[in-house]
């Protein structure tokens, strides 16, 4: 089992910038292809990036590209999302996850492993 707990998030203004976090623990062997999802109320879950165990390939979301960096910390067992020039709509609940595979996927049902949640909001 791999336990996710994430960190950062809250609220900041439009133009603004916060950095989410995912510690990963337990049988992190398993934590491989990671990636940062997000639901917004009355929408579906999307995934805004992810990211190879290797860190050398990424993907992100039109939506996000050009404004969003995934990375992580394999030594740390850390995922982390740095959010700039953030926007309303991208006001969400933000999750990380991990799959036991290496392979890159934005597809929710290939993560095995989630995060708690966190809020992130932003204002006008």
């Known amino acids: 089992q791999v336990n996710l707990v994430q960190s950062g998030g809250g609220l900041a203004q439009a133009g603004g910038s916060l950095r989410l976090s995912c510690a990963a623990s337990g049988r992190t062997t398993n934590a491989n292809a990671g990636a940062w999802f997000r639901q917004a109320p009355g929408k579906e879950r999307e995934c805004v990036a992810a990211i190879t165990w290797s860190g050398g390939s990424t993907s992100y979301a039109d939506s996000v590209e050009g404004r969003f960096t995934i990375s992580r910390d394999n030594v740390k067992k850390m995922l982390f999302l740095q959010m700039n020039n953030l926007q309303p709509s991208d006001t969400a609940i933000y999750y990380c996850?991990?799959?036991?595979?290496?392979?890159?996927?934005?597809?929710?049902?290939?993560?095995?492993?989630w995060g708690q949640g966190t809020q992130v909001t932003v204002s006008a």
């Open positions: 996850a991990y799959r036991r595979s290496v392979e890159l996927t934005t597809r929710d049902y290939d993560y095995d492993y």
